[in-house]
């Protein structure tokens, strides 16, 4: 049996218990405080309590709320006194008032701490800085009224700063003082540069040294909070003082001037270096390495743009970027040459940006004489682009892209001879070699371009040189041992020779050579590259001694490439021989003809298919040409029928045979058009003979077909155009024999159980009857009593819905009977 105390003992015992925890609870929180002061003082952030899982972020306390908003209103208390109720003390009164205020709130928190109040202490540092901020308003009065303001600013913002961060080192478990003075200390020097007006370059070395303060804070002090708050303000005051420098670098118009303004930049560029030395994290110093990089090329190229003219600031700053690679063969941490690499790869970059406009307007500036053809050859390959350059000096642009191609193909170069300290800076270098390699081939091609417009050779030796940066490129594409190369180069080469067949356009005999000279080009690469591919898709899997170092794709783009210059080649000399479009025409099916032929020679090859694709666009053009003269775009059609009849005899071309007998067929239609024949059946009648027995052939190889697929096409060919015609004909052979021919496939249908013929016969049967009895009908109609229709109408109704369940039954075994035909 449990014996329960009375009520004053149980009392009792209960407040000696709380009394009992709360003195154990106090000794915790101070063995807690003076642990937390040792470890600030040790430098290491706190561990956290509980490191095996995530800690979700603490509520604020109500005693944490009540104490900010507690010294905010005392702050706020403090500004009205020394704002508001300035006028009722003397001015030793005031000042003696505030002095006392601040010392004994800067004096509280190191007797709180005592007690191990610490957030009480907080609260009341932070009303004591304050205050101190406020005791320097009556002191200018008091003492320095004669002071510029941005003057006492100045001294004021250094005087608070080095005071608390006195006090945050007496008091160093307070976490407030520190931090704020290092805000504080980002003022005097950009302030006293704003009271001497200084100028524009001492408020951007202000700026840089306030910065290279903040970096030195950043990088050796033990606070966390402190390093933070310096590299948050070294960030955003040397990012300030960086731009002034560059701006006024560009503004420069002296080289004094810009020396001037390159001291600054190089000035900053020393103390991201520095950070990117000695951090730790290699993001940061990497960042660091190459921001003072590109700061060391900014210095440099500003002063260079005062000495030399303006168009070589671009290449001068290259050389500098260039210059910056000399960092990687040298002993400096990995980040540091990283980053000396990014900022050359950021110049590098810039220049080729600047320069590629020059080799754009030579690539397509020639698209102009699509509508000048055999105007006349210009005087020169600057003239025969039709767009003035961008440069003053064009070869400027192509001499940039030139030096940085050698330094990409030296990188590459350093990268296969397995460089050591590339190595170590790319790894092992297999990501990157391959985009190195072929950037430095497309800025070759790009410079190859752009030369013969920047040297402004003649018309037919800058479309030369064109065509040999062509014929180059698909020499490379023929040698080339990877897939990528190969379909590289071979991009490069077809959109060069693009421009070369448009720069060909000025005369009549640079069109015809130089049109023949690119489908032989693209025929032969095509060629030598189609034999170094399998015969089929798995024909290296299937036994073959190596794989082929191509893919298909190099294979199809110079064989498409190579048919679409010979159907422009066919079309030039057309028009030089002085043949209208319609004429020129069938002349082109030559084209698609011997493609046909090609690809059925090829058999399987991968490369058979776009041959294929690109006669039939071929074929296309033809008919276009010859769209304007019926009788010859018969002959197109029938010429393009037969090419496609011959391609559907291949046994994996035989859906070809439906494109050939629609193009057939619509040969005869337009030669029968051509003719004015109007009788439809003239039309239709040569279509449906052979669909028909098309069918018929199908239905003895396969019974099971069904007779819409082997009939269907066949009949409503015929049917439907008849039946349309029928009801516009006035006279009576044509109905009469529609009806006939209805009949006679209703029965047949019928007969042998057939169901197209049968619906397709009794549905024509039915609208032709109909049409020959819709005169009478309406005759009829109009002889009888308005009510007759409408009670006629009601007297059917009545009686389908009586007899529903029948008739619904008779059209069940309709449809069954339907069903079990054919």
């Known amino acids: 049996m449990t014996n329960i105390p009375p009520p004053t003992e149980e009392l009792r015992l209960l407040d000696w218990e709380l009394r009992q925890l709360e003195a154990r609870r106090t000794q915790l929180l101070r063995r807690r405080a003076w642990l937390l002061g040792v470890l600030r003082a040790a430098g290491p952030a706190v561990p956290p309590s509980h490191p095996a899982g995530p800690a979700a972020p603490a509520p604020p306390s109500a005693q944490n709320v009540l104490l900010t908003l507690g010294g905010v209103l005392l702050t706020i208390a403090a500004i009205a006194f020394t704002v508001v109720s300035w006028g009722h003390l003397g001015i030793a009164g005031r000042s003696a008032a505030l002095g006392v ?56 913002s250094v005087v608070l700063a080095m005071l608390w961060a006195g006090y945050g ?243 590459s170069g350093a990268l296969s001879r397995g460089s050591a300290s590339l190595g170590s800076l790319f790894g092992s270098g297999a990501a990157a070699y391959p985009v190195i390699r072929y950037g430095a081939a497309a800025l070759v091609w790009a410079a190859g371009v752009a030369l013969p417009s920047a040297l402004g050779l003649p018309y037919a030796a800058g479309l030369g040189v064109q065509m040999t940066v062509a014929a180059i490129l698909l020499i490379v594409a023929a040698r080339a041992t990877s897939t990528a190369s190969a379909l590289t180069a071979s991009t490069l080469a077809l959109v060069s020779s693009v421009s070369v067949a448009f720069l060909s356009l000025p005369t009549e005999a640079a069109t015809l050579g130089t049109l023949g000279a690119l489908t032989a080009l693209f025929l032969a690469a095509c060629a030598w590259t189609a034999r170094r591919l399998p015969s089929t898709p798995g024909g290296a899997a299937a036994g073959a001694a190596a794989p082929a170092p191509h893919g298909p794709g190099a294979v199809a783009l110079t064989a498409c490439a190579a048919l679409a210059y010979a159907t422009a080649l066919v079309c030039a000399a057309g028009a030089a021989a002085g043949l209208r479009p319609e004429h020129i025409g069938p002349a082109v099916l030559a084209v698609p003809a011997l493609a046909a032929f090609a690809a059925a020679r090829l058999g399987p090859h991968p490369a058979a298919l776009p041959v294929e694709v690109m006669a039939a666009a071929s074929g296309v053009l033809a008919l276009t040409l010859t769209v304007a003269h019926a009788p010859t775009l018969a002959l197109a059609l029938a010429l393009c029928g037969l090419i496609a009849a011959g391609t559907a005899l291949r046994p994996d071309r035989r859906p070809v045979g439906y494109a050939a007998v629609a193009l057939l067929l619509l040969a005869s239609w337009v030669r029968l058009a051509s003719w004015e024949v109007v009788t439809p059946e003239a039309y239709t009648l040569p279509a449906t003979v052979p669909a028909l027995l098309i069918g018929l052939l199908r239905r003895r190889r396969d019974p099971e077909v069904s007779s819409w697929v082997a009939y269907g096409p066949g009949l409503a060919l015929t049917l439907l155009p008849s039946l349309a015609a029928t009801w516009g004909d006035p006279h009576w052979q044509r109905p009469l024999l529609l009806g006939v021919a209805a009949l006679t496939l209703t029965l047949t249908g019928a007969r042998h159980r057939l169901r197209a013929p049968l619906v397709l016969g009794g549905t024509v049967l039915a609208l032709d009857t109909l049409h020959e009895l819709a005169p009478y009908l309406v005759q009829v109609a109009g002889a009888l009593p308005r009510w007759l229709p409408p009670a006629l109408a009601g007297l059917l109704l009545l009686a389908v819905g009586a007899t529903y369940e029948q008739r619904l039954g008779d059209a069940r075994r309709l449809r069954n009977a339907l069903d079990r035909m054919h």
């Open 101 to 156: 205020v601040t010392l004994a709130a800067l004096a509280a928190p190191a007797l709180l701490l005592r007690r191990s109040l610490r957030s009480t202490a907080e609260a009341v540092a932070g009303l004591g800085l304050a205050l101190t901020v406020l005791d320097s308003y009556p002191l200018r009065y008091l003492a320095l009224h004669e002071t510029a303001t941005l003057g006492y600013a100045a001294g004021t």
């Open 169 to 411: 080192l007496l008091l160093g478990e307070l976490c407030l003082p520190l931090p704020t003075a290092v805000a504080t200390a980002q003022l005097p020097l950009i302030l006293w540069a704003g009271a001497v007006d200084a100028g524009e370059h001492a408020m951007t070395a202000a700026l840089l040294v306030t910065a290279a303060f903040d970096a030195a804070l950043a990088l050796w002090a033990t606070v966390r909070s402190v390093r933070v708050v310096a590299a948050v303000g070294g960030c955003a005051l040397g990012l300030w003082g960086a731009a002034g420098a560059g701006l006024l670098s560009l503004r420069a118009t002296d080289p004094t001037e810009a020396a001037r303004a390159g001291v600054l930049l190089l000035f900053a560029a020393l103390i991201v270096l520095v950070v990117a030395w000695r951090a730790k994290e290699t993001r940061t110093a990497a960042g660091a390495a190459g921001a003072g990089g590109l700061l060391v090329v900014a210095a440099c190229g500003g002063v260079l743009r005062t000495v030399l003219p303006p168009e070589w600031t671009v290449p001068a700053c290259l050389v500098c970027g260039v210059a910056l690679l000399t960092a990687v063969r040298t002993a400096l941490p990995r980040p540091v040459r990283i980053g000396a690499a990014g900022a050359s790869a950021v110049v590098q970059g810039l220049a080729v940006l600047w320069a590629l406009p020059v080799a754009a307007v030579a690539l397509i500036g020639p698209l102009g004489w699509a509508t000048r053809i055999w105007t006349g050859a210009p005087r020169d390959a600057r003239a025969a682009l039709l767009v003035e350059p961008s440069l003053s000096h064009p070869l400027l642009a192509p001499l940039v892209l030139a030096a940085v191609a050698a330094v990409l193909l030296m990188v």
